[in-house]
């Protein structure tokens, strides 16, 4: 069996605990009952975030709490707090903070005080699913997400390409930098498995599922006359052959269903220490869920569910070519049936594969684009309408409310031509936890490095920067610079011997895809007043490293010794051969 890994970490040549590292990325999430549209309620504070759009699929902005009716089991609920929220700003974590306690005043006073913020940037993930792409949909994929590279990505903007496989290996990741980004997109190979079988008479995943778990008992008669025609054997022969097939179709289908969908769940998971909302674009050719034949369905619910709790919103791509698949297209089979006992077979394959992109999106507060010839529209329509969300807040009054039974539903009072999108599973979205601030032993924790180090986001303790270039030099070949930044405000000058003195440990490593890296490790001694001394506060250093052409991933780790805090940042870098 084919076992796949849909975040594969760094190996940063025995620095990173690969093992720890993996197992965040593939925790299960608990299973939990849930039935569609029902609104689970764990804190006093309930959260929904909804995206009002116009007949043109645009973001409606400047609304009020006054212009939103929310009801709640039929009744008219109150709101207890609500906000405008621009998604990718820098002000979005202190309004969704403000939004879990209920604090209007917190926001107030974060309007009189950001001014015009920076941008933060948006955060998008491209989940491409390679098991369920056809070579010439994976085309139609290449090209959707070079256009977006290309075209539409702006320079604060986060990005990720991924697949269900893991073939693209360590570049699965998020970054800014569109030479990853595009060699990431190179990587990308068709991973679809159809039926190896020579045979004119084609049974595709549909034909299967119909065939075995809904008893289609037309279709299979269709499916045993057809064989019967094209090896000229007799009826007990073909019948063992069709039932062969559809057995083995029904398993590998039912691997890579699986596999796709506990893929998304771990990546959903991962994504829990980015914050705000996120965009997830999934692209497939679709595949079949079924209850008869796995428990599918209940995957679909927790990963609509961890959307819920780590805010990201499901944008489903269809890349699939026409309504017509192998099985049905005459031009493939060599033994057609106009009968009307295959006369929904076309439907079926047309609808099927496509139901449970629609469910994600829809559960998620998304949206399905399913004409591949329309898919680089359906990115500027989604990018457009989630450039911003209403945070509406409210609270349960009853025992039926708390107990999480209660039917949710949101409208815009007197505009029946808004159309108000939103997650079947109310906002969860969980606030980072603050690290203590414990005093830390004398000895430096390497495990805490390497921790950071191989963390598959930055941390952002210590406010620390990373950047790189290079240098061809006489002596030592090409030379890789790594520029570092740390934040001397947010360092502890207190140490034991009272000397007023900042100790910093770093642990840095510049890695390709083939293995090759150099690495180094640093004990910084900050006194106060040299912080006190330096404009701007912050405290840079460099460090060199000799190394081949190839493009790398640089990351460094930072550890405060006084508090036992830690930070991380990366960058990429392609140094091009001599």
Known sequence: MRRFSILPLILLAGLVCSQQALAQVKRQTPQREQTDDVVRVKTELVQTDVTVVDKRGRFVDGLTADDFELRV???????????????????????????????????????????????????????????????????????????????????????????????????????????????????????????????????????????????????????????????????????????????????????????????????????????????????????????????????????????????????????????????????QNGYPDFSPRTASRGLAESKMPQEPLETLAEETGGRSYLNPSALDDGIDEALTESSAYYLLAWRPDSENQRAGKSRLKVVVKGRPDLRVRMRRHFFDFRENQPRENTKATTNTSDDDLKRALGSLYPRRDLSPSVSASFANTADKGTVLNVAMQIDGESLSFDDSSGKQQAIVDVMGVAVDDRGRFSSFKQKLDIPREVVDAKDGRFIKWRQALPLPPGLYQVRVAFRDRQTGRTGSAMTWIEIPPN
């Open 73 to 331: 089991d039929s009744k008219l609920q109150p709101l207890s707090f609500f906000e405008e929220v621009i998604a990718g700003s820098v002000n979005e974590e202190t309004q969704l903070t403000a939004a879990r306690k209920g604090d209007a005043a917190a926001v107030a006073r974060l309007q009189r005080t950001s001014g015009s913020a920076t941008d933060r940037g948006r955060v998008i993930f491209f989940f491409v699913d390679d098991v369920h792409l056809t070579p010439d949909s994976l085309t139609r994929a290449r090209t959707v997400l070079t256009h977006f590279v290309e075209n539409k990505m702006t320079p604060n903007d986060r990005v990720a390409v991924l697949s269900t496989s893991g073939q693209i290996g360590f570049l699965q990741q998020l970054t800014d930098n569109k030479a990853v980004l595009r060699e990431a997109i190179s990587r990308l190979n068709s991973w679809f498995n159809p039926e190896t079988t020579a045979s004119k008479v084609s049974i595709s995943e549909v034909d299967a599922n119909l065939v075995a778990n809904r008893g289609d008992r037309g279709l299979f008669s269709y499916l045993i006359e057809a064989t019967m025609r094209e090896f000229q054997s007799n009826a007990l022969n073909a019948y063992t052959i069709v039932t062969n097939r559809v057995r083995q179709i029904n398993a590998q289908s039912k691997i890579a269903e699986l596999d796709t969908l506990s893929r998304l769940e771990s990546l959903m998971h991962s994504t829990a220490p980015l914050t705000g909302r996120k965009l997830l674009f999934f692209i497939s050719d679709g595949f079949v869920v079924d209850a008869k034949r796995s428990n599918g369905s209940d995957v679909m619910r927790r990963v609509a569910s961890e959307a819920a709790r780590v805010g990201v919103v499901v944008y489903s791509l269809s890349t699939r070519p026409n309504a017509l698949a192998s099985g049905v297209d005459v031009t």
